[in-house]
């Protein structure tokens, strides 16, 4: 199959992609702006791949993606290209409506411009994927979970924008009819993930034995999923979904941050033990403004209906990340000389 993916050099379209080439045979356009967040050596092993193609291209220039549509003639879009940092969404939202709204909007219509003009049969095996996030349901009290009946509440720059875009792929698909699919995801963790968001951050300050900053009193809770099995799951969705369905997918980790920062500072004990102990470079910091309490994600629907579920154990992948980090110091240092070691980057939402 020819699949589009649009922020294909972030974090999660990484994964994805080397995915979707790799383990199951795709040809692959990644379609990317380079932001700060992009990182082209994530997807350096499918450099002589020609399964795989990229293109440097904005989301919001109309006339470039329906270009790159006619070209590749893509047999279903996997859309993941968007600003992603709660904290940058707060100090600077325009960037967020930019991408995570317009740029929505001109990836839906250029998807329906494309199906349009496709056979009756190619029209039929047709898809977008619209990939979001859990943070548009809001905070939960202790003990809840998301489901995809959960009531829209986003709180921050970052979540309103991923609501509206939510709600334009789902506008595109009644009123349009485009065949869409959405899915909302909990956090991520995993290799090549950018060091401003909580896992990676810690981790490489543990390495550097910087102090590990942690927002308010730490017990905000999130449901954690390796990134690997994000990847799985959404191509399950594109596979078997319904179309006009969504799809929530969550690792079945739910866990408070100060949890999260204290196993990762035993995993530092055991792996650098004349380092230790890690947990003496925890400092709590004022908290974030709007800082939801707790997301869980209920995932039964994707597992009954798809067969799908997260495998990974949350304690073991977190210790392959922290081993991923020590082993692929090219990939994070350019980064980290620049500016992401401050004491205020430490969570994502
Ligand atoms: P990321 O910030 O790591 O990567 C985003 C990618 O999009 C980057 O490669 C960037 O260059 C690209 N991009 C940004 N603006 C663009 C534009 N205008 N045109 C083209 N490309 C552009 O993000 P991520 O963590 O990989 O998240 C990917 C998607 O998954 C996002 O839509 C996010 O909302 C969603 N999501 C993320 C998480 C998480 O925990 N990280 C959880 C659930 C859902």
Redesign the pocket.
Known sequence: MRILV?????????ALVLHLVQERGHDVLT?????Y??NPLSLQPLRDDPRHRFAE????DSERVNALFEEFQPQAVM???????VDRSITGPAAFI???VV?TQVMLEAARAHSTRLSDGAKQAFRFLH?????VYGSLPPGGFFTEESRYDPRSPYSAS?AASDHLARAWHETYGLPVLVT?????YGPR??PE?LIPLMILNALEGKPLPVYGDGQNERDWIHVED?ARGLVAVLEGGRIGETYLLGGRAVRSNLEVVKTLCAIFDRLRPEAGPHERLITFVTDRPGHDRRYAIDPGKAERELGWRPTRSFEQALEDTVRWYLDNKDWWQPIREGRYTGERLGL?G
């Open positions: 649009t922020g294909g050099c972030g974090f999660i379209g990484s379609l990317d702006a380079l932001t967040a992009a291209a904005d989301i919001c859309h993941l290209a968007a600003e992603s940092h930019r991408t995570n740029g990939i979001s996030t859990d943070e991923k909302n995801c909990s956090n991520n993930h950018f968001k994000h994502t």
